[in-house]
């Protein structure tokens, strides 16, 4: 064998594994921005220790955000750029069950190495009788069916989280009834335990007389980091801010950023999306109102769109429609700002009354009844804000410039390939 | 003597409503009781408490007093000081002090304090003290008279500091199982601690393990002689108990001896094994061993738990305050956000052409929409529903190739056994071979011809799959073999060739 073949051989191994070492860097990237929380049994766990170093490095440079790898698992603290989302929590949480899950996480920090669910439940009691707790009108007893079912989709979210693994035993039965044998015995994973709370300083820190009242004040008591007083510090400051926004929420709109946060934006938007979606593989969309990184795969987000199912079709049907009304000739005409368009949420449900004679034979039991495009009409209003398409005002819903990239396009007609091929072969192409 | 339910209305002052108040005034009384002060007026029990609040009213001390009195704490006494005023006289006045169930109960408490105060703790020079009582026992044990004063004074000393020493060992034993210390423990304290009790266990380890044999040596050394000794002081304190004749002094002198002998077996049970029992010296030495890993992991548990700068469950109890104190739950998301940042990431999906070429300043209004599958669009569902693909019956064609393989082994046979004789044949002779025996006797051929080093040479061999048996003995260099097949003439050397099957030779 040649001494030329030799290294274009190597060089070529080279490629493969430099290309390999890409694509693991970005699948890591991408399993830490779903799951920033990430336990040894996660899929990516691997490829996220072998890209430790790289990762590190990368969310610490462009986003500010640190991640600390260990042999027990990997914590990405993905602290938010901007505060007001309401629709970013645990799913289907409420203020309620966020408390439990505070206490049971409080009473876990002090649990031995095992604990059971009853086990729990009594700590639990212990700490919900707390005087500012009851004095703010919170009161959680166990002695219900429906608090136990409680205290049991707070244990699930653990689980799920992997703060608790589970040894025996089975929650719905303690659900159900009080008896001995009605319990669960679980590993508490201390290091999990310890990476949940992303807060930059911790709450208990503060010293009474400074603690934070409001709640505005106790967001950025959570996430304010320190900030170093020069122009580079202030500009790093203001990039990490958009960088988080860009690989956390679904767009950016240029008008929602304040003046120097805009001018830095409209200036750096393409360096920076190019940074971004080279490291996570998405794609910049960039428009004239802002811009989205969008995923080709429909994997690296919570609520997808467009999506398959009931719900998904009538939140696309109503994106179309409200698309639309945006697309109107005259709305462009009148608009020198086509925000101005509002929609009732009764339009809307009228909307998908009409929808559902067409397209509700496809539609799941439950929706084609009478009345359900009430229901329908919510789920898709609350789909739309999570995705920033639409906003929910006093007035009624105002559909986001972003919204349009689901407007109905022109039907594209295709020559089959048979027809394509067959007037190639007469010489008559499509000239 | 009062029985036992009697005394219980001792500690009736402790476990009462006014216990706080109750325990003031037994302070007093014990404080006056260490400076030999007999009895005290009610008015100096309210000057001399150490009351937490505003003093009391002195009716208020003389119901507690009279209570006490009632209890059995305190025995009461007329009080017949002089007085200066009318009302002074008509008061019933008493003064009080300590019963002797009182007293009981103030040492007993007292000690109850102490014992669950004390911290675990092996003493090191316990030790060297036990060591040096021994080797002065043994000198004294080794004088033609010894002076039986020192031997006593000696062995009480001996007594004493083992006493100790065992206390503490025991102490330190329960003290290291629970590990309450470190449970509830402030960090620094822990890491202050933790240094402590390593030099600590390390040093006491040390020695133990030299001193152990050092004592063991005393102790055997003095095992013939220290029953003599024993007596003589058992003897000495008889002599001190009560006067009585002579059958209580023998009884007396017997039950001295007793415990004794009891007390140097246990001293022997400490640094020898008894039967399969491993001494107690031996069983300190595994615990304190133990203790460093049981301490180490109780560190590991603390630092966990306040693997960040703040305690996390304090920590998490305040966000829970936070929480309830939001007004709905959109507030209580978004602080569970900022608390948590558990959130995936939420981008657009599906975009396979994302126009690139496309000014950055097109509205999104202007631009082509997304292109969505029109069975998306209409549907709501991207792959077809309907009945799946009907699985395809492949038993027909499976029989067809197993009647072919069954077949060409058939074939494959019937050519072995044209071949594989056992019987030398030449080549030449061999005739016409048809398709599938030309394939075996090639494949042989092939087989063979690779064995021989040279053209002229014999081979023998068995073939690749062990089944066959083959020899060839190349003929004269001009003989000429032919064999026809199906597809053509196979011509060469004629050579002798023997095939037999493998299992015909054994």
Same mark, same amino acid.
């Given at each position: 064998m040649s001494s030329a073949e030799d290294t274009r051989g190597s060089s070529n191994i080279g490629q493969e594994q430099r290309k390999h070492q890409r694509e693991e860097f970005r699948t890591a990237v991408r399993a830490l921005l779903m799951t920033p929380l990430m336990t040894p049994a996660h899929d990516e766990f691997p490829s996220v220790r072998r890209q430790a170093d790289v990762l590190r490095a990368w969310f610490s440079r462009e986003a500010g955000w640190p991640l600390h790898i260990e042999q027990e698992g990997a914590r990405l603290y993905? #602290? /938010? $750029?901007?505060?007001? $989302? +309401?629709?970013?929590?645990? /799913?289907?949480?409420?203020r309620r069950r966020y408390v439990l899950l505070c206490l049971a996480c409080a009473a876990l920090e002090r649990s031995e190495s095992q604990i059971t669910l009853r086990l729990l439940g009594e700590r639990l009691l212990q700490l919900a009788a707390e005087p500012v707790l009851t004095s703010l009108g919170f009161a959680f007893t166990l002695g219900t069916q429906h608090e136990r079912r409680e205290l049991v989709a707070v244990c699930r979210t653990l689980l799920e989280i992997g703060v608790l693994q589970r040894v025996v035993g089975d929650e719905e039965a303690f659900v159900q009834t009080r008896g001995e044998q009605a319990d669960a015995l679980y590993d508490v994973q201390r290091r999990t335990l310890a990476g949940l709370l992303a807060a930059v300083?911790? /709450?208990? +820190?503060? #010293?009474p007389e400074d603690a934070p009242e409001t709640l505005e004040e106790r967001l950025s008591a959570l996430v304010d980091e320190h900030v170093a007083d020069s122009d580079e510090g202030r500009r790093t400051a203001l990039r990490h801010q958009l960088a988080r926004r860009l690989l956390d929420d679904p767009v950016i709109y240029v008008e929602t950023l304040d003046a120097e946060a805009r001018a830095y934006f409209v200036n750096q938007r393409g360096a920076m999306s190019a940074r971004l979606c080279e490291a996570s593989a998405l794609t910049a969309e960039h428009r004239a109102e802002g811009l989205a990184l969008v995923d080709e795969t429909c994997l690296l987000t919570d609520v997808a769109m467009p999506a398959e199912g009931t719900d998904a079709h009538a939140t696309l049907l109503v994106a179309e429609y409200l698309a639309g009304a945006l697309k109107r000739p005259d709305a462009l005409d009148a608009g020198a700002n086509p925000h101005r368009i509002e929609f009732s949420e009764h339009e809307i449900i009228a909307f998908l009354r009409d929808a559902k004679i067409r397209y509700g034979r496809y539609w799941r039991k439950s929706a084609r009844? =009478?009345? =359900?495009e009430r229901e329908l009409a919510d789920i898709a209003i609350e789909r739309l804000e999570k995705l920033q398409l639409v906003v929910r005002g006093s007035e009624g819903i105002r559909p986001l410039p972003a919204i349009a990239r689901f407007g109905l396009g022109e039907a594209e007609i295709r020559d089959p390939p048979d027809a394509r091929r067959a007037s190639i072969a007469e010489g008559i192409g499509p000239a | 003597m009062r029985s036992v339910s009697e005394s219980a209305d001792l500690f009736r002052h402790v476990s009462a409503d006014k216990s706080e108040f109750y325990r003031r005034i037994m302070d007093v009384f014990a404080a006056a009781k260490r400076q030999y002060r007999l009895q005290l007026r009610p008015d100096e029990v309210l000057a001399e408490a150490e009351w937490s609040g505003a003093p009391p009213r002195i009716e208020e001390v003389n119901v507690a007093l009279t209570q006490l009195t009632v209890w059995g704490n305190l025995e009461s006494h007329p009080d017949t000081a002089r007085v200066s005023s009318l009302s002074d006289f008509y008061r019933a006045r008493f003064l009080y002090r300590l019963s002797q169930g009182g007293e009981a109960v103030e040492a007993a408490l007292t000690l109850f304090v102490q014992t669950l105060q004390r911290r675990a703790e092996l003493q090191t020079v316990a030790l060297e003290d036990i060591a040096n009582r021994l080797r002065a026992l043994q000198t004294l044990a080794g004088e033609r008279e010894p002076d039986v004063a020192k031997v006593h004074e000696t062995l009480r000393d001996l007594v004493r500091v083992f006493e100790g020493l065992a206390e503490n060992a025991q102490a330190f034993m329960a003290g290291v199982a629970r590990s309450i210390e470190l449970q509830q423990a402030e960090s620094s304290a822990v890491s202050t601690y933790k240094r402590q009790l390593i030099d600590y266990l390390e040093r006491f380890i040390g020695d133990l393990v030299r001193r152990s044999d050092t004592i063991a040596g005393h102790i055997l050394a003095l095992d013939p002689r220290i029953d003599v000794l024993l007596q003589q002081v058992a003897a000495r304190e008889a002599r001190d108990a009560a006067p009585g004749n002579e059958t209580d002094r023998v009884e007396a002198q017997t039950s001295h001896w007793n415990a004794w002998r009891e007390r140097w077996k246990g001293l022997h049970g400490w640094f020898f094994r008894s039967g399969h029992e491993p001494s107690q010296a031996e069983l300190l030495r595994a615990r304190a061993r133990s203790a460093i890993p049981q301490l180490l992991g109780a560190i590991a548990a603390l630092n966990e738990r306040r693997s960040g700068r703040s305690d996390r469950s304090a920590d998490f109890r305040i966000l829970a305050n936070w929480f309830v104190a939001c007004q709905n739950d959109g507030e209580a998301h978004r602080l569970a956000r900022a608390a948590f940042a558990l959130n995936p990431a939420r981008h657009f999906a599906l975009?396979? !052409? *994302? !126009? *690139? !070429?496309?000014? *950055?300043?097109?509205?999104w209004a202007d631009a082509p929409p997304l292109k969505i599958h029109p069975r998306l669009r209409e549907y709501g569902e991207a792959t077809p529903r309907g009945p799946m693909a009907r699985i395809r019956d492949r038993a027909e064609a499976r029989a067809r190739l197993a009647r072919e393989l069954a077949e060409e082994f058939l074939q494959v046979e019937a050519a072995r056994r044209r071949l594989a004789t056992g019987h030398s044949i030449r080549l030449s002779d061999l005739g016409e071979l048809d398709g599938h025996a030309f394939g075996l006797f090639l494949g042989l051929l092939g087989e063979a011809l690779t064995e021989q080093?040279?053209?002229?040479a014999a081979v023998s061999r068995q073939t690749g799959d062990g089944l066959l048996h083959i020899d060839l003995t190349p003929l004269a260099a001009e003989t000429r073999a032919e064999i026809s097949t199906p597809h053509g003439i196979f011509s060469g050397r004629d050579h002798l060739i023997t095939i037999t099957p493998t299992q015909d030779l054994r």
């Open positions: 993905k #602290r /938010p $750029a901007e505060l007001s $989302a +309401t629709t970013r929590g645990l /799913p289907d949480y409420d300083r911790g /709450p208990s +820190t503060w #010293r009844e =009478a009345g =359900a | 975009n396979m !052409d *994302a !126009d *690139a !070429d496309l000014p *950055a300043s097109t509205r080093t040279h053209p002229e």
